[in-house]
T-cell receptor, first 125, second 109 residues
Framework: EVQLVESGGGLVQPGESLRLSCAAS????????MAWVRQAPGKGLEWVSA??????????ADSVKGRFTISRDNSKNILYLQMNSLRAEDTALYYC????FGSGTYSPPDAFDVWGQGTLVTVSS | QSALTQPPSASGSPGQSVTISCTGT?????????VSWYQQHPGRAPKLIIY???KRPSGVPDRFSGSKSGNTASLTVSGLQAEDEADYYC??????????FGTGTKVTV
């Protein structure tokens, strides 16, 4: 069964850091671009970041550029999101998502056919 | 990186059709075929139902169809069923090597 399982969310204070993980199974993880998408409570979807299959290319939304770092370990089938200098507006459910096609080397994955259940990040003092 | 514009809500009776618009700019929807649509039921993760404007992933009923004209993409759900009641989001690749989602539309059956 193709599956993505996120972990690492929690309650943090503004300015603190958090690292999210996404464990993948049931497909050849190293062959696909991957991404993080978030959803603030009661709000819509927001693309956060993406990474090519070999980690050659990374992509970030302007809202997180310089604060968040996406990475992956293809030997462990895990995707990461290191989040620094967290702000209240980063509060959201963070989804890990698998790119529908391709490596993501020349452009970020544009469609996501597998999603995790999400991990909740709350930034509050 | 402004969100694509969708109507907040749409509705139809069982068996009818509903069409949802997704309006962007010449920097995203208007320039690329990489427009996707997602269905999200309450408390659930999004599900891909359309990619590359009008392609359906395996297992998605052909009641769901997509199209694009200029800066506006559209999703049509034909033969509405009770289980189609959900939130729907479009997304598009953009000029800045990014992806942008729509504001979302709540469909009521």
């Amino acid at each position: 069964e193709v599956q993505l399982v996120e972990s690492g969310g929690g309650l943090v204070q503004p300015g603190e850091s958090l690292r999210l993980s996404c464990a993948a199974s049931g497909f050849t993880f190293s062959s696909y671009g991957m991404a993080w998408v978030r959803q603030a409570p009661g709000k819509g979807l927001e693309w956060v970041s993406a990474l090519s299959d070999s980690s050659y290319r990374t992509y970030y939304a302007d809202s997180v550029k310089g604060r968040f770092t996406i990475s992956r370990d293809n030997s462990k089938n895990i995707l990461y999101l290191q989040m620094n200098s967290l702000r209240a507006e980063d509060t959201a459910l963070y989804y890990c998502a698998k790119g529908n096609f391709g490596s993501g080397t020349y452009s970020p994955p544009d469609a996501f056919d597998v999603w995790g259940q999400g991990t909740l990040v709350t930034v509050s003092s | 990186q402004s969100a694509l514009t969708q109507p907040p809500s749409a509705s139809g009776s069982p068996g009818q059709s509903v069409t949802i618009s997704c309006t962007g700019t010449s920097s995203d929807v208007g320039s690329y075929v990489f427009v996707s649509w997602y269905q999200q039921h309450p408390g659930r993760a999004p599900k891909l139902i359309i990619y590359e404007v009008n392609k359906r992933p395996s297992g998605v009923p052909d009641r769901f169809s997509g199209s694009k004209s200029g800066n506006t993409a559209s999703l049509t759900v034909s033969g509405l069923q009770a289980e189609d009641e959900a939130d729907y989001y479009c997304s598009s690749y953009g000029d800045s090597n990014n992806l942008v989602f729509g504001t979302g539309t709540k469909v009521t059956v």
